[in-house]
């Protein structure tokens, strides 16, 4: 930090993006941009384009207006799925394919491969996921016989195979038992202080405040956007989540 050459590639950068299914439009002159190494929470409540964001920033959708840009190219045609591992809500882990853990992430590796056969340093990629996630002990087991937190971090070793330097979770924890959730948030931590940048899509402010060194608030447009601090003293909490309680005639 500091030296001259410190320019930043944006891992992700939106401009000016409106985006609605219909004519309404659910999101509004979005502008951001995420770098590498950040730890990213954006929080909004229910409805608040939260995912729509996240499908704009991957690709997945179109902006009606502005630009997404994916590592450097406009986000629908960017194609190397490897460098972004994504952890969908309720990861509920195909029930029709009863496969292990250790299937699982060794998935990661195909795009490295191709689906030609996996050399013993790719299996040590495998193993070394598994081990960075705590899941060593359950490599062999089915996916379907894991805990919600398990699976969640069957996914992460996952991505962690394919070498992704960008992890995308969907509000990770919903379904995950208590007890799980601070570990699972922990784990996150330890893999962006070793470089991976990561972008949280969370309902549960708690865990924002907790863990994440920046937040984008939401509610359609950006409400908020910085360092977590500003955001906790911040009136954008009461502001956005507010939004969707308050009673109408108390406008200030
Ligand atoms: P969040 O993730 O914050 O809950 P979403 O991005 O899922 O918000 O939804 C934002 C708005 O867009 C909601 O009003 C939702 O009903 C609407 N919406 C989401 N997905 C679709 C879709 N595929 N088709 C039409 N409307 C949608």
Known sequence: SGSPSS?????????NVDFGYTATPVVRDISLRIDAGEYVAVVGPN??????L???????????????QLFGEPAH???????????????????????????VVKMGRFPHVGFGRLSDSDWDIVDRALDTVGMSAFADRRVTQ????????????????GEADLLV????????????????Y???????????????????????TDH????????GEVYFDGPTEEFVDSDALARTFGAVTTTPGDAT
């Not at 320019?7 to 401009?15: A, F, K, M």
């Not at 409805?47 to 729509?52: D, E, V, Y």
């Not at 994440?212 to 509610?219: E, F, G, H, I, T």
């Open 7 to 15: 320019v930043r590639t944006p891992l992700i950068e939106i401009d």
């Open 169 to 184: 979770l969907d509000e990770p924890t919903v379904g995950v038992d208590a007890e799980s959730v601070e570990a699972f």
């Open 146 to 161: 894991l805990s919600g937190g398990q699976r969640q971090r069957a996914f992460i070793a996952r991505a962690l195979a």
């Open 54 to 68: 996240m499908e704009l920033m991957l690709g997945l959708l179109e902006p009606d207006q502005g630009t997404a």
């Open 47 to 52: 409805g608040s384009g939260k995912s729509t």
């Open 186 to 208: 922990k784990l996150l931590e330890s893999l962006n202080d070793e470089g991976i940048t990561i972008l949280l899509i969370e309902h549960d402010l708690a865990a924002v």
């Open 212 to 219: 994440a060194d920046r937040v984008v608030c939401l509610n």
């Open 77 to 103: 045609k960017f194609d190397d799925g490897s460098r972004i591992g994504y952890v969908a809500q309720h990861a509920s882990a195909s029930k029709e394919m009863p496969i292990t853990v250790r299937e």
